[in-house]
């Protein structure tokens, strides 16, 4: 039998029905387990399925909850050890969405966060995001890289610094408000380094640069199986390179 071929209006793209999403989510779970080293139970990808959109998230025995820079708290789970007390964790999130008259869901987004932190700890700092985007998401252009990595650490930093400690003179002098016009300049390395948005750049993890100049950095998975590949590829990196990690005194 043979298939009508696919036209530009009708690009090739990751698509599930409810039961297959669900049904995936358990297998991919078992899959994610073996990369981490987790037994089976302990790694979950929870399905929210609606008649509009499914949502997958990352969870299990193994996981605990833990706030992002942006966005609502989600659920983390152990990569490994930095040191004896100090892991790597990995929060996942996968968002897809039907419209109009389509039978089955489509691939919108997914994303990977990295944190450091000790166990029971609400408080576990984001290091990077590692995230895949689909044209049907209003943030795919050619001009930034897809999928890519974005680096958290120095906006984690810069949101726990602590407050400059305020000194009290004689309160029964008045003080003059001084005015100041625009933000302050930063005046030492320091300061301009944990000044730097390094957060907002979009740094390519499939640009091929060396082949042609002209070649899209933005790639949108065309399947299933590519998007799978993808996120047990990042996790076994992910884990592979922290484990070089160490907390120094």
Avoid at 66 to 92: F, K, M
Avoid at 135 to 146: E, L, M, T
Avoid at 222 to 242: F, K, M, N, P, S
Wanted: aromatic share 8%.
């Amino acid at each position: 039998m043979a298939f009508p071929s696919l036209s530009k209006s009708d690009p090739a793209e990751p698509k599930l029905s409810s039961a297959a999403f669900a049904q995936r989510c358990k297998s991919l779970a078992v899959r994610f387990g073996e990369v981490v080293g987790q037994a089976t139970g302990n790694i979950a990808f929870a399905p929210e399925i609606s008649s509009t959109a499914a949502v997958m998230m990352l969870g299990g025995r193994a996981s605990e909850t833990i706030a992002r820079n942006r966005g609502s708290p989600h659920r983390v789970v152990p990569l490994c050890s930095v040191t004896d007390e100090v892991y790597a964790w990995a929060g996942y999130r996968e968002t897809w969405q039907k419209q109009g008259a389509e039978q089955s869901f489509r691939f919108v987004e997914g994303g990977f966060t990295l944190h450091i932190g000790r166990q029971g700890e609400l408080a576990k700092p984001q290091i990077l995001r590692c995230e895949w985007i689909s044209p049907r998401n209003g943030a795919f252009v050619n001009k930034a890289g897809h999928p890519h990595w974005q680096l958290d650490v120095l906006e984690s930093a810069r949101t726990r610094l602590p407050e400059p400690s305020a000194r009290f003179d004689n309160p029964t002098i008045p003080r003059v408000a001084i005015e100041f016009e625009g933000e302050p300049t930063p005046t030492t390395s320091e300061d301009l380094l944990f000044g730097l948005t390094i957060e907002r750049m979009h740094l390519a993890s499939a640009a091929f640069w060396w082949r042609q100049p002209s070649t899209p950095v933005a790639h949108p998975p065309e399947t299933v199986a590519e998007l799978d590949r993808w996120i047990l590829g990042c996790v076994a990196y992910l884990r592979q390179e922290v484990s070089r990690c160490s907390i120094l005194a």
